[in-house]
Structures are given as C-alpha cells and as structure tokens.
C-alpha cells in the first residue's frame, strides 16, 4: 500500500519551488539529554583540532535557533529507525546537481546496490517504510521492501535538497555560471543563498518536520528511503546539530544509517543515539569522497572483539582480558577490511585484547605482498597509549559499572556526569595525540588506526565534531565494528564522519541492523 502524507499547514509557493514555513517559539538551548526540552542544535567551528570552539556569529545561529526549539514527540515504546539512501543514479554518474529534481533514475549499477541493501535487511522486520516522492529514491524503497506487504508512505519533505537555479547543471557548470555563490556552497553551505532561499536552513526545517510523522506513526521498526543531503539533515537533527554540520555525516549511495528513539520513563522528548551511520554495500574503508572532496588523512578507530570474561560475566571488557574465539574471529574480519587501506600507524590501549587485535591487522597488513593486494610487504608502526582506555574510569561509577550493559543504546547515559567528565578529559589527551600522529610523516597519504575502548571512541568522535561530554550518550558502537574519520583539509582541518559502527564486514557475526542485542521488551 502506498500513501501520501498531509501537506504542512503553512505552505509558501514561489514560481520555483514550494518552501514549507513553520513557527518559531522563543528557543531554549538545552543538551538533547536534558528531560526539560531534549532538543537542542550544536553549532560547530571550523576545525576539528582541540582549539577552543569560536563562538557561531548571530547568522551561523540562525539556522540552529529557527529550528530547534520544538522536543520531539514521546514514544510509547523504544523505536528503531533505518535510514537509507538511494542507489546511484544517471546524475550522480554524470557528476550533475540534482537537487530535489526528478529526472534522473538509477543506473544498473544503483539498482544492484539497492538489490545489496534488500539483501542486507532481508531478514530484517519493518512496519513501514517512508519515501521521499522522487523516482531514484522510490525505486530504491521499491526494490529493498520486496515482497513486504506492509505500507509505503510518500512524504515529500523526504525529497532532496532544493538547489533552485543549481539543479540539472554539472558541477564545472555550476562553477562558470554562478562563480562566487557556487563557491559558497562548496565551503560555506549552511549560508548558501540562491534565487532568494537558504536551502541547507530550508532542508533542516523539512528534516526537523518529517521527525514528528515519523514518530507519531503506530510503529516500532521503521525504514525510510531518501537522499543524501536530507538523511544528513535527518541524523543531525535528530541528535541536536546544526546546518553547519551539512556534508560532515557521509551518506554514500545505499549507506544504511540507523537512530534509536527511546522512551523516557517521566515521558516527553525521547533519548536519541546513533546505533550507527553509513553501513554500506562496499566496504567503507575503500576509495572514495568524503563531502564530496578526496581525503588522504584518515583516523580509523577500531573495537576489539569480545574477551573471555564477557562470557563469564556478560559484561564486555571486564578486567584486562585476551580475546575470546569469536573476539579473534572478528579480529581477522577487520583486518581483512583493512587491507584497503595501507595503515602508517596503528596505536592500541595496553589491554591484552586490543594488543591482540592490534597484531592481527599489523601482521596482515605487513602479509600484503603475500596476499596479492601490494607489490611489496607494508611496514607498520605499532604504538602502546594508555590513554585509549577508559575501562578504569568507569569502574569507579558509584552506579555499578559492571551493570550498565554497553550493548544497550545510549548506555553512557547511565554513568555520573563526573565520570563522563574523566572520561572526556582523557579522550581529549588522546584526540590530541592521534591527531599529532596523523600530521608526524610529510607522507601524502596516512592512515592511523587506534584500537580502544568502545567509550574511549565515542568520545573521540565527540572531539571530532566539537562536541561536550553531554553527547556521548548519542552514539553507540559495538563490538568489533570500526569507524572512519577523514580529514580533506589535512589532519589540522575540519574531520568527516565516513561510517560509525559499522559492522558488516564480520559477515554472519555482523550485528543485525534492526533486530536489537537485548532480549527483552523494549528492544
């Protein structure tokens, strides 16, 4: 069954476009965490270094403030959202600005990547799958819900950025025809403006309203098929950052992106976490853009397999233990993925499983001639931090460490703010130091892979984004997963989110991407 969704009660038509308007209270800017008013957009300087954040000038705020002061609606049981992104299409072949235009469709080559991703969720359950309205995206949901007899709603706010003058014009087009604000979309696009519109602003209000359809619905597994640009302005609202974070989250064709919603037991707004963020068909570590520019810096932070005292005492990293069997299994998996890639450096905590897991991707790496991926063996430099470890800090809790399930969505919400404030002390030391050893060679290309704590990465990407300590409950990782962040503009530049969590190279040990590793009734 398809439906379409009601318009907005606020509708403004222009000659080019249909521009969605909304009211605008008076905006309180409180963390998503907070029970008070759980929306709040972060607005990011430019660099991803430990320099203090610049304050946002009142225009940069302006995107932030219009669209962030109305909470989310209260769920009635956890819910698990799977956003992904259409396969490639003739314009994304031709290097073309589609915008919210619907003239191109998806290339054999973008329908076999959707064939992937129907594949990849096969097994998964759904309740209803949203679309945006465009024929790239809706041929995509087509082919990934399948046979499924469940309904499929068109919500035109799902449709892509609207680019205005920009749209059907190939990029060095673009470039000659509008000069100074093509530029400005290429650096500065949360204050971009064209034909009179600030889209990236525009798009975040869209985002923001699809949020309250999608939550309200009578739902607990929900799919949504769109594009690139509105997927990064769905995760980012949902989790408080602002237009200024617009090409930061990579959203690749077919990436699947997934955010839990969890109820709050006083009720109102939900907790918001990040399960993960661009699981793709290919391998993420493989060439590739990163907000559509090429990176040759790049931080990979990688989780060690589960440990001999998991099974003991079902609570991962317990102890400085060696891995497991399935912990040396997922081991290999990565460092098989890895071989993509020629790692300069790999940096690991000094606890027994990451060390061992630290060895097996250097011994793989250093077999690539043997294994037919080089020319030549790979030299690998190995280092020790303590600082990529945290599991002391959060023994300390006085709510029991050991009963705060890492698996759970969110669980770094369950400690003292005092010890997510060590926790993001020591993370910063250890930013700092991964940062240096990215920048140490005058190498063109430079891969640094840190291998720690599961907490310990969260926060590193908190540091990426120029986060406070106050986020690290909205992203999780499982695991043996790996994350990827890039650097465009060198390891002093702003960093690009590429993939979090992401676990499908460990093959039928992957973590599954909407049925929960709780077995009970909220997941």
Request: glycine residues 8%; charged residues 20%.
């Amino acid at each position: 069954m398809i439906s379409l969704t009601p318009t907005p009660s606020l509708v403004q038509r222009t000659s080019s476009a249909v521009v969605f308007l909304f009211p605008i209270p008076n905006p309180t800017r409180v963390h998503p965490s907070s029970s008070t008013n759980p929306f709040r957009i972060r607005c990011s300087s430019a660099g991803s270094g430990l320099q203090e954040a610049p304050k946002c000038s009142e225009e940069r705020k302006l995107s932030s403030e219009l669209y962030s002061s109305v909470p989310f609606p209260a769920v009635k049981g956890a819910k698990r959202v799977v956003l992904v992104r259409h396969g490639q299409s003739t314009w994304n072949e031709e290097g073309r600005i589609q915008g919210s235009s619907n003239f191109s469709v998806l290339t054999k080559k973008g329908e076999a990547q959707a064939e992937t991703s129907r594949l990849m969720l096969i097994d998964d359950v759904f309740d209803v799958c949203f679309t945006s309205p465009l024929t790239r995206s809706k041929r995509t949901a087509e082919i990934i819900w399948g046979p499924r007899e469940e309904e499929m709603i068109m919500d035109s706010d799902l449709r892509e950025i609207d680019l205005y003058a920009f749209q059907g014009l190939l990029k060095h087009e673009g470039k000659a025809k509008f000069g100074e604000a093509f530029h400005q979309w290429q650096v500065d696009a949360a204050n971009f403006i064209i034909d009179g519109h600030y889209p990236v602003r525009e798009l975040w209000a869209r985002a923001r309203s699809c949020w309250n359809r999608i939550l309200l619905h009578e739902s607990r597994s929900v799919l949504v098929v769109a594009h690139n640009a509105v997927n990064q302005a769905l995760i980012a609202t949902a989790i408080g950052l602002g237009t200024e974070y617009f090409r930061v989250l990579v959203q690749s064709n077919c990436g699947v992106s997934v955010l839990d919603f969890i109820p709050r037991a006083e009720g109102g707004s939900p907790l918001i976490c990040l399960n993960r963020l661009n699981q793709t068909p290919s391998s993420p570590v493989a060439s590739g853009s990163s907000g559509g520019r090429k990176a040759s810096k790049r931080i990979v932070l990688v989780c060690h397999g589960s440990t001999q005292s998991d099974t003991e005492t079902g609570f991962p990293s317990t102890g400085d233990q060696p891995m497991d069997m399935l912990g040396v299994i997922k081991s290999q998996k990565t460092a098989e993925l890895l071989l993509d890639l020629k790692v300069s450096s790999i940096v690991s905590s000094p606890k027994k499983a990451c060390v061992e897991t630290a060895i097996t991707i250097s011994k793989v790496q250093e077999a690539a001639d043997c294994l037919g991926v080089d020319c030549v063996p790979r030299d690998v430099e190995m280092k020790q931090m303590e600082n990529l470890d945290v599991e002391d800090i959060l023994q300390r809790s006085s709510k029991g460490g050991t009963k705060i399930l890492p698996i759970r969505p969110g669980w770094l919400n369950g400690y003292e703010d005092s010890v997510m404030g060590d926790v993001w002390d020591q993370s910063e030391k250890a930013w700092q130091y991964l940062i240096n050893e990215l920048a140490a060679e005058a190498e063109p290309e430079r891969v640094v892979v840190a291998v720690g704590h599961a907490a310990l990465h969260i926060a590193l990407m908190g540091h990426c984004l120029n986060l406070t300590k106050e986020w690290l409950g909205s992203f999780h990782l499982d695991a043996g997963s790996i994350s990827v962040i890039d650097f465009p503009d060198g390891p002093n530049g702003r960093g690009v989110i590429r993939c979090v969590n992401y676990t499908a190279h460990m093959g039928r040990w992957a973590t599954p991407i909407t049925r929960s590793t709780l077995d009970d009734e909220e997941f």
